[in-house]
C-alpha cells in the first residue's frame, strides 16, 4: 500500500519515490504493478490517464527524473507510465502534471498556453501533451551548447515543438492549437504565425512574448532535495549488501553473477519469471497472464556500456533508444543515418526508456516487425550474448536466423562498425502510416553499398523487414548479384525481379502485394540514386536534373529522390483562422477559453475513473464471444495467477426477477439490444458475463483467462456480409416517418440523359469512434434498491432507464450523474448505456460498489463503430455534366441490433441531396447481421452520404473528361432546387451560403495558380504526384427539447444544469456566456462580470429530467436557449428589486442585488423546457474544403499539403469552440477516409483492437498548412442567437482530401497506363474509403517500378545504354 511518508528505513521490498515533490513508500506491492496503476490508486495524482495501456497513446505520459549521487546530476525524461512497472522507479522522482500546476498553486505556462490556445476540448489527452510538451522544453533547455533564448522562451525550436507531441493521441482538436501552444516556446517562431488565442487579438494586437504566461526554465524542482540525501546516505549501505532476493518477487541484479545466481536458485521458472529491461516490451506483446517474479536487469553495470573507438561504436543493451540516437548522431554518414532511423521508432517517451537490446531481443525470439534490427542488420553489426558462463559473438544476421533462445540467454551489448564515409552509402526506409513514428512500418530496410571508381559496386548489405517474416533478413542472392556490377536499369530490373523471389510473406500476412512492391520500391529507390549519384558530369547521356517525364532521356533513371530536395513531410506546419467577431450578444459571441481548461490539462478535472474508489469497490471485465453465432455452453477459467483472482462472473442469470436483459437502445420502438448473449451469441464480440475482481487489472487479465465453450448445433450459419444478409433477406424495417423522400422521376431524368452510368459501386466501411477515454462506470448501491451510478454517457437520461428496466426498478430509484466525457463522438450514446447497465447490475447484485473502465481491446470489439456500407449506382447526365437522374442501391450493414440504423438511410440520402440530381430515386436495406451492432458516430450517414454523391460527381467528370470542379458547380443547387430537395429546411433564400463559399474556393486566382502548379509538378515528377479538390457540403441539423435550469446562490455565484453533456465540444463554455448574456440586463457591464461566477454542473437524472441526447450538433445551441429562458425569467423576478435599488443609487452591482433578492425572498431559480418552434425544427448547414495532396507512388503514402476550409457558422456563439470543432471534426474525417482501418476476421471479431494496428491520426498527418475560414451568413432570428451547428458538418469537408488522392491517383495511373480492375481505366476508377496506404499503392499501380525499368530499358540501346 503506498503511503506517504517520513524518511522511515526501508525493506529492500520497499520502492520509494517522489511523486510532486511528496516521498512515497510502496511496501508489498506486486511487482507487475505499473507506474500509472501505482499513481491513480496509491496516490491523489489523477493526471496521467489510461488510454490504451501499450505505449501507443500518450495519455499516461510523466516526466521520471532520476539522480546519480556520484555526480550530482538529474537526468529527465518524459515515459509512459503504463508500461514502466513501479519497481523500476525505485529512487526516482515522479513528476506529473498536477506536479507543474495545479488550481492551489497556480498553472505553468505549459498549461495557460494549451488553454489560452484553445488546445483541449475533452480534456482527457491534455495532461499527457502537457508531460511531453514540459519534458520537451526541459531537456532542450538543458542543452548547453544553445544560447540563452529570451526572455520567455525556452531554447526549444519550432521544428522541436512539432516533434513533443508526435506520440501522443488527441480525437478532439485536430492538433492545430496545441502545435501552437507548444510553438509559443520557441523563440525561432514568428508569434504572428500563430493561431486564434486569447492572449491577442489577432490581427488587432501585436503578438508578444511578454502577453503569453511567462516561462522560466528550472522554475520546477524535479528531484527535491530529501530524495537525494536519502540516496547519497543509502548508497555505501547499499554497495556493501548484494541485493538479490526480495520477497515481494522484484529481483533487480547488480552484476552478473547475481544475475547467474538468480538464474540458478530454485524459483527461477521461465514460465513465471519475467526479465526485463524498460518493460515496453509488454506495449507490443501484451502478457496475458500475471507474473509474480521480475528480473529487472538495468541495474547491471556491463549492459549499460557506450564505447566508442575508431572500429565503431559498442552499445550496452539497456542502453535506451533516445540514448543510442544521441550517441549515433555524433558520428559519421552510417550513425547518423541510424539515428534519424531510430527517430522514427515509437515515440519519444516510447523511445527515453524502451532498450536497444529488448527491442532486438523480441526480434530475434518473436516475429516481431522491429525496425532497429533491419537498420543494424544492413549496417553489419555484432552481438555479443551470455549463455550460462559463456560469452559468444554473432553477427546480427546469424543471432537473428537462430532459433530463438531461451530465457536464460542474456544479450550484452551491439557492436555497430565504424564504415567511414568514403565510398559507402547507406539508406534507410520504412513505409509506415503515420511518416514520423509511433506506427510500425509495412515494410523496412536498410542498404548498404560500397563503390568503387564512382560506379561500380563493390559491395553490398540489403537487409528487409517487418514484411510478414520472422525477422529481418538480407537479400543474399540479389546482393550477389550486384557485387562487381555497374548499375544500369537492366541490371536494377534483374535485381528487383530476384528481389521479389527473396522478400516473401507469409500467408496469413495482410497486404502481402503491397509490401512485396514496397521492397521493390526502396530497393530501386536506392539503386537508382546510387546510379544517378555516381553520374559523373561528364556522362553527357545522362544529364542531371533536366529529365522531365520520361520524354527527354528515356536513358536515364528518374531518381525518387529528383526534384524533391525537401521531404515534404518535413514542411513546418502553418495556419490561418478568419473569422468575423460580434458584439451584439456579448458575452456571447467572443472567443473565450473553454471552461476548465486549466484544470483539464493540470489533470485535476475529473472523469469516471478518476472518482475516489468508494470502500469496498469491486471491478468488472467483460467476457465477450469470439464466435458469431453459438450457443453458449459455459465459461470456465484456465487455471492461472489471474484466474485466481476471480471473484465472480456475472451473467443474465444474475438480472433480478422483474427486471429485463436489455444493455441498449435507441427507441424502443425499433427494439433493444441485450446485456448478455443469452443463450445464444449473436455476434463475435458480445457480453456474455463480466468477472468481477479486486482491481481492474485483475479482472481484466482474468477475462483474458476464459474459456467459453461454444455450440453451434442447430444454429443457422452466421450472417456477416451486406450480400448475406440480401440473400437471406434479413434487414430492419424502416418506419415510414424516419424513411427519406425521393426526388422527380427516374425514368424521365434518365431519358433526358445524353449518358449513362449504370450500376457502379464504391464501398466504405466501418470507423472506431476511439474517444481517449474508453467506457466507464461506477456503480454505487444505495438505500431501499435505488443507485447511483457515475457514467460516461452522452445520453443518461436513456442509462437511467435502460439501468432501471435491467434492474426491474422505477426510474426514480437510479441517479445517473456525467459530469464530463473523455470523448464522445456518438460512441457513448446508446453504447455506453451498456457498461452502465452491466456495472449496475452487478453492484446491485453484490451490494457492493463496483466499476468498470473497459480496457482498449475490449473497447474496440465491442464498440461497433460507425456503419460500412455498399453504394451501387447508374445516373445519367447531360454532355455538359448537368445530371438527370441518380438512381442508388444502397446496402448499410446495421450488425446485430437496429440501433440507430433506420435513420442512416434519411442521412445519407440528405447529405447527398447537396446535388442536384434533377430526379433521385433508391432503394435502401438496412441488413440485420452478425456483427457488433453499429451506432451512430460523428456524422453518421451524412459523411457517407456526401462522400458518396462526390464519387458519383468524379465518376460523371471522368467520363466526360470534364474538369470535376465544372461538374460539381453545374449540379449545385440553386435556391429553387435546394427548397424542392429539402423542402422547408431550406430556409430562407439569404441564408444560402453554399454557392458563394464554394466559388470563393474555386474561383480564385489563388486556386488557378495552385492548380496550374499541380499541373507543372505532375509533369516534372515521375514518383510523387500532387492533387487538389474541392468539395462542398450541406448537413441537416435538427433541434430538440432540451432543459436548462440556472440558480443564483446568495453569494451571487450561478449555478447552471442542462440537459447536454460536456464531451469536448465546448457545451459548457457556450451556456456559461449564455447564462452571462441572459442576465446581463441586471449588470452596469451588460453581464461580462458574470462569466467568473457561473459554474455549470454535471447531469444528474434526478435533479434535471427530461436530458435527452447530446448528439445530432444541436446540444450546445438547444441548451443555451433552455438557460437564456431560465435566465429570462430570472430577469423578470429581479427588475422590480433592481429598479428599487437603482431609486436609491445609479449602479447596482451584481452582488448587492442578489443580497437584496434573497432577503425579499425571491425564487432565485429557474428552468426551462426549450421546445423548438414547430415550424422551425430543421436548417441547413453548408461548407466548403479543399484539400491539396502528395502522394508517393511508391509507397502509397499521402501528404496533405494544405487544406482550407470554409464554414458557415452562423453568428458563432463562441468562435474558438467553433473553431475546434471544425479543426478536430476535419482531422477525424481524415482518418475515416484514409487510414483508420477497423478490420475485423472472418467471424466478423474485431481485429485491429488497439493503437498497435489501428491509426487515427496524429500531429504527423494534419494538412502541412490548415486554414480555415468562419462564414458569418445572413442573420436568422429563428436559430438561436442566428448561430448555427458546428459539431459535426465540418467533417464531411474531409472528403476533399480523398478526393485529392484520387485526382494524385488518376495523375500517376495516366503516367504509367495504369488500368485496375475490368471496369477501371487510367482515368476512371474508384477508390473506396478507406484509401490505404495499400489501397493507394495499389491504385497507383504496384508494379510501376518494373515498368518503368522495363520502358527505360526498352527505349536504350542496349544492357549498357544507361551506365551509371
Ligand atoms: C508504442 C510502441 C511503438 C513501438 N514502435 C516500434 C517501431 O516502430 N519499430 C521498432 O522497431 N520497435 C518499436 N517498438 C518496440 C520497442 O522498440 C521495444 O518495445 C523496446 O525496444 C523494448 O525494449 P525494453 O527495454 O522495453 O524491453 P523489455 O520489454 O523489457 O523486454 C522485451 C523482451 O526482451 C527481453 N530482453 C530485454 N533485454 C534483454 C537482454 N539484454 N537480454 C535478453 N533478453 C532481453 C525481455 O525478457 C523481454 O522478453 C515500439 C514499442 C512501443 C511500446
Ligand atoms: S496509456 Fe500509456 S501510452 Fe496510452
Ligand atoms: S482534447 Fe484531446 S482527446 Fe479530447
Redesign the pocket.
Known amino acids: 500500500m503506498g503511503k506517504e511518508a517520513g524518511a522511515a528505513a526501508e525493506s529492500s521490498s520497499t520502492v520509494v519515490l517522489a511523486v510532486n515533490g511528496k516521498r512515497y513508500e510502496a511496501a508489498g506491492v506486486a511487482p507487475s504493478t505499473s507506474l500509472l496503476e501505482f499513481l491513480r490508486t496509491q496516490t491523489p495524482v489523477r493526471g496521467p490517464k489510461l488510454g490504451c495501456g501499450?505505449?501507443?497513446c500518450g495519455a499516461c505520459v510523466v516526466l521520471i527524473s532520476k539522480y546519480d549521487p556520484e555526480t550530482d546530476e538529474v537526468t529527465e525524461f518524459s515515459a509512459?507510465s503504463c508500461?514502466t512497472l513501479l519497481h523500476s522507479v525505485d529512487r526516482c522522482s515522479v513528476t506529473t502534471s498536477e506536479g507543474i500546476g495545479n488550481t492551489r498553486e497556480g498553472y505553468h505556462p505549459v498549461q495557460q498556453r494549451l488553454s489560452g490556445f484553445h488546445a483541449s476540448q475533452c480534456g482527457f489527452c491534455t495532461p499527457g501533451m502537457c508531460m511531453s510538451i514540459f519534458s520537451a522544453l526541459v531537456k532542450a533547455d538543458k542543452k548547453s551548447d544553445r544560447p540563452d533564448p529570451p526572455a520567455g522562451f525556452s531554447k526549444i525550436t519550432s521544428s522541436e515543438a512539432e516533434k513533443a507531441v508526435s506520440?501522443n493521441l488527441c480525437r478532439c482538436t485536430g492538433y492545430r492549437p496545441i502545435v501552437d501552444a507548444c510553438k509559443s516556446f520557441a523563440s525561432d517562431v514568428d508569434l504572428e504565425d500563430l493561431g486564434l488565442n486569447c492572449f491577442w487579438k489577432k490581427g488587432d494586437e501585436p503578438a508578444e512574448v511578454s502577453k503569453l504566461p511567462g516561462y522560466n526554465s528550472g522554475a520546477i524542482c524535479t528531484f527535491p532535495e530529501f530524495l537525494k540525501s536519502e540516496i547519497k546516505s543509502t548508497l555505501k549501505q547499499e554497495n556493501d549488501v548484494p541485493i538479490a532476493v526480495s520477497d515481494d518477487g522484484w529481483y533487480h541484479p547488480k552484476s552478473m553473477e547475481e544475475l547467474h545466481r538468480l538464474f540458478d536458485s530454485n524459483w527461477f521458472d521461465e514460465n513465471s519469471v519475467?526479465?526485463?529491461?524498460?518493460?515496453?516490451?509488454?506495449?507490443?506483446?501484451k502478457d496475458q497472464d500475471l507474473y509474480d517474479k521480475y528480473i529487472d536487469?538495468?541495474g547491471i553495470p556491463e549492459?549499460s556500456v557506450i564505447n566508442r573507438s575508431s572500429e565503431g561504436i559498442e552499445l550496452g543493451?539497456?542502453v535506451?533508444?533516445s540514448k543510442a540516437i544521441e550517441v549515433l548522431s555524433d558520428g559519421n554518414l552510417v550513425f547518423r543515418k541510424i539515428a534519424d532511423h531510430l527517430n522514427?521508432?515509437?515515440?519519444p517517451f516510447?523511445?527515453n526508456?524502451?532498450?536497444?537490446?529488448?527491442?532486438?531481443?523480441?526480434?530475434q525470439?518473436l516475429p516481431?516487425?522491429?525496425?532497429?534490427?533491419?537498420v543494424l542488420l544492413a549496417a553489419g553489426s555484432t552481438v555479443t550474448?551470455q549463455v550460462a558462463s559463456k560469452r559468444l559473438s554473432f553477427t546480427l544476421e546469424e543471432f537473428l536466423q537462430q532459433p530463438p533462445?531461451d530465457?536464460r540467454?542474456?544479450?550484452?551489448s551491439i557492436f555497430i562498425p565504424d564504415w567511414g564515409s568514403d565510398d559507402v552509402t547507406y539508406e534507410t526506409f520504412?513505409a509506415?502510416p503515420r511518416p514520423l513514428?509511433?506506427?510500425?512500418?509495412y515494410v523496412?530496410s536498410a542498404f548498404l553499398a560500397r563503390t568503387s571508381g564512382g560506379h561500380l559496386i563493390e559491395d553490398i548489405c540489403l537487409a528487409f523487414g517487418?514484411y510478414g517474416v520472422d525477422h529481418a533478413i538480407r537479400a543474399k542472392k540479389v546482393e550477389d548479384f550486384l557485387k562487381g556490377k555497374s548499375l544500369s536499369s537492366f541490371v536494377i530490373l534483374e535485381a528487383i525481379q530476384l528481389l521479389k523471389d527473396t522478400v516473401s510473406p507469409s500467408e496469413d500476412t495482410t497486404h502481402r502485394e503491397y509490401r512485396i512492391s514496397l521492397a521493390v520500391s526502396f530497393l530501386f529507390n536506392f539503386l537508382s540514386s546510387l546510379a544517378n549519384s555516381s553520374n559523373a558530369p561528364s556522362n553527357i547521356d545522362t544529364p542531371t536534373g533536366s529529365y522531365t517525364n520520361g520524354t527527354t532521356n528515356r536513358s536515364t533513371m528518374d531518381s525518387p529522390e529528383k526534384h524533391l530536395k525537401v521531404d515534404s513531410n518535413d514542411l513546418p506546419i502553418r495556419s490561418r483562422q478568419e473569422m468575423v467577431f460580434s458584439d451584439e450578444y456579448k458575452p456571447v459571441g467572443k472567443p473565450i477559453k473553454k471552461v476548465g481548461a486549466e484544470i483539464q490539462a493540470s489533470g485535476e478535472a475529473v472523469y469516471v475513473d478518476d472518482i475516489l474508489a468508494p470502500k469496498d469497490c469491486l471491478y468488472g471485465a467483460f467476457i465477450y464471444s469470439t464466435h458469431p453465432h453459438a450457443h453458449v455452453k459455459s465459461i470456465n477459467f484456465k487455471s492461472s495467477l489471474a484466474s485466481q483472482k476471480v471473484i465472480t462472473v456475472i451473467t443474465a442469470k444474475d438480472i433480478p426477477s422483474g427486471g429485463e436483459n436489455v444493455g441498449s437502445t435507441f427507441l424502443t420502438v425499433l427494439g433493444d439490444e441485450p446485456l448478455f448473449a443469452d443463450p445464444i451469441a449473436e455476434f463475435a464480440g458480445q457480453n456474455i458475463g463480466v468477472v468481477i475482481a479486486e482491481t481492474q487489472k485483475y479482472a481484466n487479465m482474468a477475462a483474458k483467462q476464459a474459456v467459453v465453450e461454444y455450440s453451434t448445433e442447430n444454429l443457422q450459419p452466421p450472417i456477416l456480409t451486406i450480400e448475406d444478409a440480401i440473400q437471406r433477406n434479413s434487414y430492419f424495417q424502416i418506419p415510414p416517418f424516419l424513411a427519406p423522400k425521393p426526388v422527380g422521376d427516374y425514368n424521365k431524368g434518365m431519358s433526358e440523359a445524353d449518358h449513362k452510368i449504370l450500376s457502379a459501386e464504391v464501398k466504405l466501411e466501418s470507423q472506431y469512434y476511439f474517444y481517449m477515454e474508453t467506457q466507464a462506470a461506477l456503480a454505487i448501491p444505495d438505500e431501499d434498491n435505488c443507485i447511483t451510478i457515475y457514467s460516461s454517457a452522452q445520453m443518461p437520461e436513456l442509462t437511467q432507464s435502460l439501468i432501471a428496466r435491467c434492474l426491474g426498478i422505477p426510474f426514480h430509484n437510479v441517479r445517473v450523474i456525467s459530469r464530463r466525457v473523455g470523448g464522445g463522438f456518438g460512441g457513448k450514446a446508446m453504447k455506453a448505456a451498456h457498461t452502465a447497465c452491466a456495472c449496475a447490475l452487478a453492484a446491485f447484485k453484490l451490494r457492493r460498489p463496483v466499476r468498470m473502465y473497459l480496457d482498449r481491446k475490449t473497447d474496440m470489439i465491442m464498440a461497433g463503430g460507425r456503419h460500412p456500407m455498399k453504394a451501387k449506382y447508374s445516373v445519367g447526365f447531360k454532355s455538359d455534366g448537368k445530371i438527370t437522374a441518380l438512381h442508388l442501391d444502397l446496402g448499410i450493414n446495421a450488425g446485430i441490433s437496429a440501433d440507430v440504423s433506420p435513420i442512416m438511410p434519411r442521412a445519407i440520402i440528405g447529405a447527398l441531396k447537396k446535388y442536384n440530381w434533377g430526379n433521385l430515386e433508391f432503394d435502401t436495406k438496412v441488413c440485420k447481421t452478425n456483427v457488433s451492432s453499429k451506432s451512430a458516430m460523428r456524422a453518421p450517414g451524412d459523411v457517407q452520404g456526401s462522400f458518396i454523391a462526390e464519387a458519383i460527381i468524379e465518376h460523371v467528370a471522368s467520363v466526360l473528361a470534364l474538369d470535376t470542379n465544372t461538374v460539381r458547380r453545374k449540379n449545385l443547387h440553386d435556391f429553387e432546387s435546394l427548397q424542392v430537395f429539402f423542402g422547408e429546411s431550406a430556409g430562407e433564400a439569404s441564408t444560402y451560403s453554399l454557392v458563394s463559399m464554394f466559388d470563393k474556393l474555386v474561383l480564385s486566382p489563388e486556386y488557378q495558380h495552385r492548380a496550374a502548379m499541380i499541373e507543372h509538378f505532375n509533369s516534372s515528377n515521375k514518383w510523387k504526384k500532387r492533387g487538389i479538390s474541392c468539395v462542398p457540403a450541406i448537413y441537416e441539423v435538427s433541434l430538440r427539447p432540451t432543459p436548462g435550469k440556472v440558480s443564483i446562490m446568495n453569494d451571487g455565484s450561478i449555478a447552471v444544469e442542462v440537459g447536454g453533456i460536456e464531451i469536448g465540444q465546448g457545451l459548457w463554455t457556450k451556456v456559461k456566456q449564455m447564462t452571462a448574456f441572459g442576465l446581463g440586463q441586471m449588470c452596469p457591464d451588460g453581464g461580462e462580470c458574470l462569466l467568473d461566477k457561473v459554474r455549470v454542473i454535471q447531469a444528474d437524472t434526478l435533479s434535471l429530467i427530461q436530458g435527452g441526447w447530446t448528439a445530432g450538433s444541436t446540444t450546445s445551441e438547444s441548451s443555451c436557449e433552455a438557460v437564456r429562458q431560465s435566465c429570462a425569467v430570472l430577469v423578470e423576478r429581479l427588475k422590480p428589486i433592481k429598479e428599487s435599488l437603482e431609486a436609491e443609487s445609479n449602479t447596482v452591482e451584481w452582488s448587492a442585488l442578489i443580497a437584496q433578492a434573497s432577503m425579499a425572498s425571491v425564487n432565485l431559480s429557474a428552468q426551462a423546457y426549450w421546445t423548438p418552434d414547430p415550424s422551425f425544427t430543421n436548417y441547413l448547414n453548408y461548407g466548403a474544403g479543399t484539400s491539396e495532396v502528395e502522394v508517393d507512388i511508391l509507397t502509397g503514402a499521402t501528404t496533405i499539403l494544405r487544406s482550407d476550409l470554409v464554414y458557415d457558422c452562423g453568428q458563432s456563439l463562441n468562435p474558438a469552440v467553433d473553431l475546434g470543432q471544425i479543426e478536430g471534426c476535419f482531422v477525424q474525417g481524415i482518418g475515416f477516409f484514409t487510414n483508420e482501418d477497423y478490420k475485423t476476421n472472418s467471424d466478423g471479431l474485431v481485429i485491429h483492437d488497439g493503437?498497435?494496428t489501428y491509426k487515427i491520426p496524429t500531429v504527423d498527418n494534419i494538412p502541412k498548412e490548415f486554414n480555415v475560414q468562419m462564414f458569418n451568413s445572413a442573420r436568422d432570428k429563428k436559430r438561436v442567437l442566428s448561430s448555427k451547428a458546428s459539431g459535426e458538418p465540418p467533417l464531411l469537408l474531409a472528403s476533399s482530401v480523398h478526393c485529392a488522392m484520387r485526382e494524385a491517383i488518376r495523375a500517376a495511373r495516366k503516367e504509367f497506363s495504369v488500368s485496375t480492375g475490368p471496369a477501371n481505366s487510367a482515368v476512371t476508377f474508384q477508390m473506396d474509403v478507406p484509401a490505404t496506404m495499400p489501397v493507394v499503392k495499389e491504385l497507383c499501380g504496384l508494379d510501376v517500378v518494373e515498368r518503368y525499368l522495363e520502358s527505360v530499358s526498352a527505349a536504350g540501346a542496349g544492357p549498357n545504354a544507361t551506365k551509371a
Open positions: 501499450e505505449g501507443g509512459s508500461l506520440g519475467k526479465i526485463v529491461a524498460s518493460n515496453t516490451g509488454s506495449g507490443v506483446y536487469i538495468k549492459l543493451s539497456v535506451s533508444i522514427k521508432v515509437a515515440s516510447v523511445r526508456t524502451a532498450t536497444i537490446g529488448g527491442n532486438i531481443m523480441m526480434a525470439r516481431f516487425e522491429s525496425d532497429i534490427a533491419t550474448i533462445c530465457y540467454t542474456l544479450l550484452l520504412r509506415a513514428g509511433n506506427a510500425v512500418s523496412n517487418a493503437t498497435w
